[in-house]
């Protein structure tokens, strides 16, 4: 068996709990398939090595595999992105929502895109005429919308509801919010068209109307990232 060590740990186990350190303190964001089935494999192999009486994995052999997990190939380590480079780019889409109905968009974030900067801004307009010939003249009540961003980790954050034609967010991410969600997936940016002001006749006291189902949304995802450098042949 190997001498003990200070702390009352082993050799052999001073390494697995440097490696679980690593993995559930330091690391927390590392995928978790890469912990399961290092933690439980490594470990049945140190006892079943000394059970059996056979020779144990060297130092240099551990300390390869925690080098591999604070950062090497295959890993989610933050320090992958140390020579990522700032970029920026703008997202622009228009789409109807129906009332009481919403949409959903999608704003890449992986192991090779960081990003540091949203400025979201969501507009929509009224119309202007009701839909056939009437012979009345009717004016459209305002659409009320409301938008939230779905964080990778599953918080949320509300940009508002507003009847006043347009949304708008700007935040910028701490370097340990950018850290923390590392690895985690996309940022959702979710729309719902609340209500939709029903068209009333003039003079009617909101008695004469007729249904209004839905608006045209414009979206601008303007983005500040982090990216790995773009290769020029």
């Not at 949320?156 to 340990?176: P, V």
């Not at 939709?196 to 045209?216: F, V, Y």
Request: proline residues 3%; contains cysteine.
């Amino acid at each position: 068996m190997a001498d003990s060590g200070k702390g009352g740990f082993s050799s052999i186990g001073a390494y697995l709990h440097q490696i679980n350190v690593l993995l559930f303190e330091k690391n927390k964001k590392i995928m978790y398939v890469v912990a399961l089935i290092t933690i439980p494999g490594l470990t049945g192999l140190v006892f079943k090595l000394e059970a059996d009486d056979a020779d144990m994995l060297g130092r240099d052999q551990i300390n390869d595999i925690i080098a591999m997990l604070e950062g090497g190939e295959g890993s989610w380590d933050f320090a992958q992105t140390r020579d990522f480079e700032q970029m920026r780019g703008v997202t622009s889409l228009s789409e109807y929502v129906r009332e009481r109905a919403g949409t959903e968009v999608q704003i890449t974030a992986d192991n090779e895109k960081v990003i540091e900067k949203l400025i979201i801004t969501i507009t929509w307009t009224d119309e202007i005429d009701p839909p056939g010939m009437r012979l009345r003249r009717y004016q459209n009540q305002p659409d009320t919308f409301s938008a939230t961003l779905v964080w990778p980790d599953g918080n949320n954050t509300s940009l508002g509801q507003t009847d006043t034609g347009r949304i708008s967010f700007d935040m910028t991410f701490s370097k340990q919010q950018m850290e923390e969600l590392y690895g985690l997936g996309n940022f959702r940016l979710v729309i719902t068209c609340i209500s939709a002001g029903d068209w009333e006749a003039r003079l009617s006291a909101g008695i004469l109307t007729m249904p209004d189902n839905g608006n045209d949304i414009s979206v601008e995802i303007e983005e500040v990232y982090w990216a790995p450098p773009v290769e020029v042949e």
